[in-house]
């Protein structure tokens, strides 16, 4: 992270925002729809500026995004039903790999 210029930073984040926004309308069509796998395919590699996540940390984010208190603040901001929906789109999207 500390490599990238400030503009660069705000593109990874405006870009990491879009796949959110992305995902929240995913929701009707539930998690295993090809929109809600490829949105959750766009989340993973989004996740590459930062690490390459193993299967495990996706699903512990899964799990984080709902079970943490700030990220799932930060989540329910956005949508009440998009971190459930994530966590249940990246368990699908894992067993997939």
Known sequence: WGSYTDEKKKQIMEEGNR???????????????TEAQNGI????QHMRYFYDPTQEIMLGLGEGYNED??????FD?????LAPHMREAIKIYVQNL
């Open 41 to 44: 395919a766009r989340w993973h």
């Open 69 to 74: 208190p700030e990220f799932r603040a930060f």
């Open 19 to 33: 796949i959110y926004l992305d995902l929240v309308k995913t929701i009707p069509a539930g998690p295993e729809s």
């Open 77 to 81: 901001r956005i949508h009440p039903e």
